[in-house]
């Protein structure tokens, strides 16, 4: 075989292996875009639900205020001798549900860390 036609042939070879390699590399990096994009999806997910929780915590605690108003009310404004649950029932319904929405996102995001 002449010369000429041996580099011909290795550099045939060199090229198809360069493809070759160029191709896994290819495939490489869309399996890793794939994963970093299903990674950065999970951590939007577990933020937004952090910030959910955040915000359902602030509620709880708007709602514990509003009953203390309501004590005050009824206790000082109204001279009542003692508080009901009956009178605060509305307000002890509605933070026994945030709680339990609060308790949800909480069991919602440990699901995402795990």
């Known amino acids: 075989?002449?010369?000429?036609?041996r580099m011909k042939d290795i550099l045939g070879q060199a090229g198809e292996k360069a493809q070759d390699l160029g191709t896994k590399g290819i495939q490489a990096s869309k399996d890793l875009l794939?994963?970093?994009?299903?990674?950065?999806?999970?951590?939007?997910e577990r933020g937004v639900l952090t910030l959910e929780i955040k915000q359902l915590e602030?509620?709880?605690?708007?709602?514990?205020t509003r009953l203390g108003a309501e004590a005050y009310k009824i206790l000082v404004e109204r001279g009542?001798?003692?508080?009901g649950r009956e009178d605060v029932q509305t307000i002890l319904g509605e933070l026994e549900a945030t709680r339990q929405l609060i308790e949800n996102k909480e069991d919602e995001l440990q699901s995402k860390k795990s």
């Not at 009542?80 to 508080?83: G, Q, V």
């Open 1 to 5: 075989m002449a010369f000429s036609d």
């Open 34 to 44: 794939g994963k970093a994009g299903a990674k950065a999806q999970e951590l939007g």
């Open 58 to 64: 602030s509620q709880f605690s708007k709602q514990i």
């Open 80 to 83: 009542a001798e003692s508080i």
